[in-house]
């Protein structure tokens, strides 16, 4: 089953526009990652927050974790064409390196 | 380090073959992960492993599906007999205990006809 549900299903902006997609998830959590797909590849991480941090950035990107809520969400600042792809969450368990990801949010950003 | 490596990339194949999917994890590595990714479904973990061996293969669809990992540095994902719903693109994924993420292949796309 899919733990984590991203919103929205599809975001499209123009360059240099911030773009931010969401996450939530049922279950309690270890951490939860964010994963980028370019368009025919593999998943690259990208950034993980643990369950007792509340907010983690890196470069343009900012990750949140509210706990109480079951949800977090992943911004993009001055997003670039090259940011175009699809990114997922994925959430780890209590006591197991098994990770359950979402459908994801597939990010256009137009030139 | 040229990365968790997948072959074939491609596989096109008849209804009732056979299809054997192969990966190769990161050196050093010590848990491996196969994930199906569709359109309909997304990305599921059908099966992995730690220090080879199977932990949870709760995520594979049926016996139609088996996967093996005899030794540290080679997997296979074998489907008998391949039926069309398999269609869809299959992930390799390495994690070394202690690090932040786990590293994809590229993938194999197949089509079962």
């Known amino acids: 089953s899919q733990q984590g549900e991203e919103d929205p299903q599809a975001l499209s902006i123009q360059e240099g526009e911030n773009a931010t997609m969401n996450c939530s998830y049922k279950?309690?959590?270890?951490?939860l990652q964010w994963y980028r797909q370019n368009s025919g590849r593999g998943l690259v991480h990208l950034i993980l927050?643990?369950?007792?941090?509340r907010e983690k950035h890196s470069g343009r990107l900012r990750v949140t974790l509210d706990t109480s809520k079951k949800s977090s969400s992943l911004l993009i600042t001055a997003s670039r064409a090259a940011d175009t792809a699809s990114y997922f969450c994925?959430?780890?368990?209590?006591?197991?390196?098994?990770?359950?990801f979402g459908k994801g949010t597939k990010l256009t950003v137009n030139p | 380090d040229a990365g968790v490596i997948q072959s074939p990339r491609h596989e096109v194949t008849e209804m009732g073959q056979e299809v054997t999917l192969r990966c190769k994890p990161i050196?050093?590595?010590?848990?491996l992960f196969w994930y199906r990714q569709t359109m309909m479904r997304g990305l599921e973990l059908l099966i992995y492993?730690?220090?080879?061996?199977?932990?949870?293969d709760s995520g594979m669809p049926e016996d139609r599906f088996s996967a093996k990992m005899p030794n540290a540095s080679f997997s296979t994902l074998k489907i008998q007999p391949s039926e069309p719903r398999d269609s869809a693109v299959y992930f390799c994924?390495?994690?070394?205990?202690?690090?932040?993420?786990?590293?994809f292949g590229p993938g194999t796309r197949l089509l079962v006809l």
């Open positions: 050196s050093g590595h010590n848990s």
């Open positions: 994924a390495s994690w070394r205990t202690g690090e932040e993420t786990q590293y």
């Open positions: 492993f730690n220090n080879n061996v199977p932990i949870d």
């Open positions: 994925a959430t780890e368990q209590g006591g197991s390196e098994k990770l359950v």
């Open positions: 279950t309690s959590i270890n951490n």
């Open positions: 927050i643990r369950s007792n941090e």
